[in-house]
């Protein structure tokens, strides 16, 4: 059985918790230093890799918390740190990089959804 909301709210509903969730990531939980130090040429402390894996996973934890799917989190730190390798190393800004990153938000909350509907069929 999930542990998460994804059999108890509707994708929409989850979609707004994961946005919540990435912008307590992305905003609140993520230092200045690891803004700066996650990206290539401007780590100081640590390589650069590390802390753009630290950042990603909290992402990761978030969605899994919150979907009850481990693989979505996993999907998460995946495609959570290329994105946010594409900024660092310019491919896009913050405004591209924030849309790409709530798309994904949306993609896991309704696959969460839809994968706890088919569970409750079997």
């Known amino acids: 059985m999930l542990s998460g909301l994804a059999h108890s709210l509707s994708g929409l509903e989850l979609f707004l918790l994961l946005a919540m ?3 307590v990531g992305d905003f609140a939980l993520q230092s200045d230093r690891m803004a700066v130090e ?4 401007r780590d100081h402390t640590l390589p650069w890799s590390w802390w753009l894996t630290a950042h990603a996973g909290v992402h990761g934890f978030l969605v899994a918390l919150l979907t009850g799917i481990v ?17 660092c190393a310019g491919f896009y ?4 990089d924030q849309t790409l990153h709530l798309l994904c938000k949306l993609l896991w909350a309704f696959s ?6 088919r569970l409750a069929l079997s």
Do not use: Q, S, T
């Open 21 to 23: 969730g990435h912008f």
């Open 38 to 41: 996650k990206c290539r040429g």
């Open 112 to 117: 969460a959804v839809h994968i706890a509907a």
């Open 71 to 87: 693989w979505l989190g996993v999907a998460e730190w995946l495609v959570h740190a290329l994105i946010d390798w594409g900024k």
């Open 93 to 96: 800004r913050l405004g591209i």
